[in-house]
């Protein structure tokens, strides 16, 4: 089953924060972030996995609560190079299955 | 530049037909794994390959398969084209075979007519 990311969109001035979430019904033993900008190739941002760590890239970070099956990305002081669509996708078993996407628009 | 490489960019085809995409994984990567991107289903994980043997299976139809080779390159097979497998289809590939990094290819964009 599909994890629920929210929101579904969101727009930011530059230098402001954000919170991306993404929960699943289903038990999970990791939680993948991507952002993909138009037109373009998902890139990685991060991987977090059972134990609830929290990790960070640049300006970006995450954490990944197990008990509750959620995952929220941070992005903080955000970037206009930040735009994009944020994918979460969980690994259960044999399965990676994407959220439907969070569009972040960052305006000057 | 992830260094992962696909073949071709765009696919212009007629219901019915078959199609082959090509993916080449970065060097020393050993898995290999194919997602169907479309406007109304998102990021679909369809198959992966790790060192030429089929590791996980995701919603991949019937009439699409796919392999990987000897030197590690992918193909992904499209048969019976309908019109709603129009769709942009990636490959990634990681080092190991479990969840790791993926690093996408630049994606084929198909389109069935």
């Known amino acids: 089953q599909q994890p629920v990311q929210s929101p579904q969109a969101v727009i930011l001035r530059e230098g402001e924060d954000a919170v991306i979430n993404c929960s699943s019904s289903?038990?999970?033993?990791?939680v993948h972030w991507y952002r993909q900008k138009h037109g373009e190739a998902p890139v990685f941002l991060m991987i977090?996995?059972?134990?609830?760590e929290q990790k960070g890239h640049e300006k970006i970070s995450a954490s990944f609560n197990e008990k509750k099956q959620q995952s929220s990305l941070y992005l903080t002081a955000s970037q206009l190079s930040y735009s994009g669509t944020y994918f979460c996708?969980?690994?259960?078993?044999?399965?990676?299955?994407f959220g439907g996407g969070t569009r972040l628009m960052v305006k000057p | 530049d992830s260094g992962v490489t696909q073949t071709p960019k765009h696919l212009i085809t007629a219901t019915g037909q078959r199609v082959t995409l090509r993916c080449s994984p970065r060097?020393?990567?050993?898995?290999v794994y194919w997602y169907q991107q479309s406007l109304d289903q998102g990021l679909q994980f369809l198959i992966q390959?790790?060192?030429?043997?089929?590791?996980a299976k995701g919603n991949i139809l019937e009439r699409f398969s796919a392999q990987q080779f000897p030197d590690l390159h992918s193909e992904l097979n499209l048969s019976s084209l309908e019109l709603g497998d129009s769709a942009l289809y990636f490959c990634?590939?990681?080092?190991?075979?479990?969840?790791?990094?993926?690093?996408f290819g630049p994606g084929t964009r198909l389109l069935v007519l």
């Open positions: 990634a590939s990681s080092v190991a075979a479990g969840w790791e990094t993926q690093y």
């Open positions: 289903k038990a999970l033993y990791s």
């Open positions: 977090l996995l059972k134990g609830g």
């Open positions: 996708g969980t690994a259960a078993g044999n399965m990676l299955t």
């Open positions: 060097s020393g990567d050993l898995s």
């Open positions: 390959y790790y060192n030429g043997e089929e590791r």
